[in-house]
């Protein structure tokens, strides 16, 4: 490790600068880059098909002066240390500092290093500083082979989305495949029939308590359905005076084995089942734990391992601290006598570990007056799991006994019951693991079984047949996407968070009580790209890209060959969806409707908010109607609050009917269309504008205060020949270089608030958060945001890779 006094150390984030330097001491510098210093512009392709697909790279906008401040420090410097995280990423990251650091001047000025380390603790910086290595150029090659694909699909794709279906939507190598798997649940879920069966269940008493149930299963010796009523009735009114008895009864001892430390989708994956976080939401927390927290007088520590990995690999002295801290904690009994060893699947990093505390010893109750709240919820999770992956297994005794049962006409009936009794808890005294859906365990555990003898009569208490219906598959929820994405092996855990966020935020799928549906505007999307792009966007063509970044990765397969292969299918696929790809926009769908205005058939057609009824007349008549279902279309579960007193129109008398639009379930007037009155269901019908003495600076009409889906509002009262709607400014000039714009508080279409430039669209400008006129203090971004924690208000940094808070000081 050189010794020098001028040593440069750069890592991605203040939060990882401030801790590392605790540990370096006085001989070292420590800046951050925050995350990468290059990329493609966004201004066009940046890539050179014909040139072996090189890429064009620049210091991103907003870096560039960071990147002479770093400059400076290496000129000084006898040594840089290029820290950035174990991973592609990090390793592209340091690839495009030395690259600008260096210059043309490779062999002069200060040495390059690559230090890595999956914990931030004195031992693991230690160590990485002592035998510091060289970049990996096989990681970057892996990186930037993957940051071109999307860059080719994302660039060449989505200007055809804009062209056939509305502007601003994007096509991506792996969201549209995770997208295409909500779609095409959702079919399935539509398609499904629903199959009547039924259950038949004995109440019975032994000679001991508890009672119980015993469900029939057999008849004559086989399996068999109960299709409906008629069956289930003619099978209770046979079992009329029969008698039951134990023909077998069997218990075993059952072993239930602890599961592994986290990897990054377990972690992703439990974090949503038990803590209701999102993927992006447990990655920031994770980040930030692994970063480092101040501890009080202990400082800066870095509490759990490098989040991003997908081995289960557990250091060695790692290992020896957690049997001491369970064999403390619990006793011998739940040590087992050798370390769980856990098996990692086949393309894993095993340089890596598994996410666990970087000191199990750190309990979550001696953290936790350190740790923000939803902190500590991931920390805890993170110490019970890998406590628990080095415990004992838990020791059931699973008991069943089969009943038997002779009916009046011969007919042989047999009843099962099996329960559970835990007889050693094991890793469950720490951590149990979420499941997403109910399984036969936890059926057994409810029961409570009486001990009973073989041949022992029992008495029936009652007969209990109940209907059911076989269900169609669950939609996706955050984790169950991710079980499923990396089950079929595409992306990769450390891209699913972003992949969750877009597909959302491009309002291609909605979540509906924790769980994704797609909209209209994703399954269109989802049709045409598949159609024309049949291999690209297929799932299992998708995974066998993501195997040729490891191949990349692992030096035995060239990047620009992989992306050769890729692109000459590509191109064919794109010359041809060019030429006959759908143009939505111009599609029209015929109804049985007639304009009320001027008697003309009404068209379905497509428009910035999804399908529409329009006159087939169009430009000549402009009538439009909401695209509508009736009732019967409409969820029962959905509705079930809805029920109650018949609803008539205030402004004609007339019923109204339950409707649902886009915008979900509402009431409509029958009259329509002499009667056009709406209300949201669970609101009022919609008030009258009331006259303002301001007048429309656009027009001279006088404004109007109005009544939206989302509120009240200012604007003409000329509409809708005149569309001027006032805006709401906070007094903050735009931060955008050049612009002249202010501020404004607006609306989503979904409602939400968020901040915007009033020179829109010109400025694209937003927020979702209030923009504050104050420059970070960490990083220098010329804003802070306004964001209202359980502690107060505080102001954060918009920067993704700065976050620095600050408290909220409040105007006297």
Wanted: with cysteine; glycine share 8%; charged share 30%.
């Amino acid at each position: 490790m050189a010794k020098s006094a001028q040593s440069l150390v750069i890592v991605e984030s203040p939060a990882k600068a401030k801790t590392i330097n605790k540990y370096l001491g006085k001989g070292y510098t420590v800046k951050f880059s925050l995350g990468h210093v290059k990329d493609l512009p966004k201004r066009d392709v940046a890539v050179d098909v014909d040139n072996g697909f090189e890429p064009t790279y620049e210091v991103i906008e907003g870096k560039r002066k960071l990147m002479q401040e770093l400059r400076q420090a290496a000129s000084g410097a006898d040594a840089v240390y290029l820290a950035a995280d174990p991973d592609r990423e990090g390793e592209a990251i340091c690839y495009h500092l030395a690259e600008e650091l260096q210059g043309k001047r490779k062999n002069e000025g200060p040495k390059f290093y690559r230090v890595m380390f999956n914990e931030i603790t004195a031992p693991a910086i230690r160590r990485a500083f002592e035998k510091p290595g060289q970049i990996d150029l096989r990681l970057v090659d892996a990186q930037q082979a993957r940051r071109v694909l999307d860059r080719l699909v994302g660039y060449k794709v989505s200007p055809l989305l804009w062209d056939k279906v509305r502007r601003g939507l994007s096509a991506g190598r792996v969201q549209t495949v995770a997208l295409r798997l909500i779609v095409e649940r959702e079919r399935e879920i539509r398609a499904f029939v629903k199959k009547e069966y039924w259950t038949i269940d004995a109440h019975l008493g032994a000679k001991k308590p508890p009672a119980f149930d015993a469900r029939l299963i057999r008849r004559n010796g086989e399996t068999f359905e109960i299709p409906d009523q008629q069956t289930a009735d003619a099978i209770v009114a046979s079992l009329d005076g029969a008698r039951y008895g134990v023909q077998s009864v069997a218990t075993k001892e059952k072993r239930r084995n602890p599961v592994a430390p986290f990897i990054t989708s377990t972690l992703q994956q439990e974090a949503a089942r038990k803590l209701r976080f999102s993927v992006k939401r447990t990655m920031m927390l994770a980040q930030r734990l692994y970063e480092g927290v101040e501890l009080g007088e202990e400082g800066s520590v870095g509490l759990i391992t490098y989040m991003r990995t997908d081995s289960t690999r557990i250091s060695d002295d790692a290992l020896a601290e957690v049997r001491s801290v369970i064999g403390e904690r619990f006793g011998a009994a739940y040590l087992p006598e050798r370390p769980n060893i856990y098996r990692t699947k086949k393309d894993a990093q095993d340089a890596h570990e598994a996410i666990r505390p970087t000191s199990p010893a750190r309990t979550p109750e001696s953290v936790a007056r350190f740790l923000g709240e939803d902190e500590l919820k991931v920390y805890r999770l993170i110490w019970m799991r890998f406590l628990a992956s080095q415990m004992n297994p838990a020791v059931f005794d699973q008991t069943t006994i089969d009943i038997s049962s002779d009916a009046k006409d011969g007919t042989r009936y047999l009843f099962r019951a099996t329960g559970s009794v835990l007889k050693f808890d094991g890793f469950l005294a720490v951590y149990e693991e979420g499941k997403d859906q109910k399984d036969e365990e936890d059926e057994e555990i409810k029961h409570k079984l009486p001990v009973v003898a073989e041949g022992e009569a029992l008495k029936l208490k009652g007969l209990k047949p109940e209907q059911h219906f076989t269900e169609p598959p669950p939609r996706y929820n955050e984790a169950t996407l991710v079980k499923e994405l990396e089950a079929r092996g595409v992306g990769r855990p450390s891209t699913y968070a972003a992949i969750l966020s877009t597909i959302q935020e491009r309002e291609y799928v909605k979540k509906e009580g924790g769980r994704f549906t797609p909209t209209e505007l994703g399954m269109v999307v989802t049709d045409l790209l598949v159609e024309n792009f049949d291999d690209i966007f297929d799932i299992a063509y998708t995974a066998r890209m993501e195997e040729e970044l490891d191949e990349i990765e692992e030096g035995k397969l060239n990047w620009r060959q992989a992306l050769a292969e890729f692109y000459e299918k590509f191109a064919k696929d794109l010359e041809r969806a060019e030429k006959h790809m759908t143009d939505v926009k111009r599609l029209e769908k015929p109804t049985d409707l007639v304009c009320d205005k001027c008697g003309k058939p009404m068209v379905i057609r497509w428009g910035r908010h999804g399908s529409f009824i329009a006159c087939s007349g169009y430009p000549e008549c402009s009538n439009t109607r909401e695209l509508t279902v009736d009732l019967p279309d409409v969820d029962k579960h959905d509705l079930s609050e809805l029920e109650g007193d018949a609803e008539y129109c205030q402004n004609c008398g007339r019923p109204m009917a339950l409707k649902k639009g886009r915008f979900g379930t509402f009431y409509a007037c029958t009259g329509y269309p002499d009667c056009k009155t709406t209300r949201p269901v669970g609101g009022q019908q919609k008030k009258p504008d009331v006259p303002l003495e301001e007048k429309c600076p656009q027009c001279g009409h006088h404004l109007v205060l109005k009544s939206g889906r989302f509120g009240e509002f200012t604007a003409c009262s000329n509409y809708p020949k005149c569309k001027y709607v006032k805006q709401k400014t906070i007094g903050m000039a735009c931060p955008r270089p050049g612009c002249t714009g202010e501020i404004a508080e607006r609306r989503s279409r979904k409602g939400k608030n968020f901040y915007g430039c009033t020179r829109y669209p010109d400025c694209d400008f937003t927020a979702w958060n209030r923009p504050i006129p104050t420059k970070c203090s960490e990083c220098g971004h010329p804003y802070m945001e306004e964001k209202y924690l359980k502690a107060g208000p505080v102001l954060q940094c918009p920067n993704p890779e700065c976050k620095h808070k600050e408290r909220a000081v409040k105007a006297s």
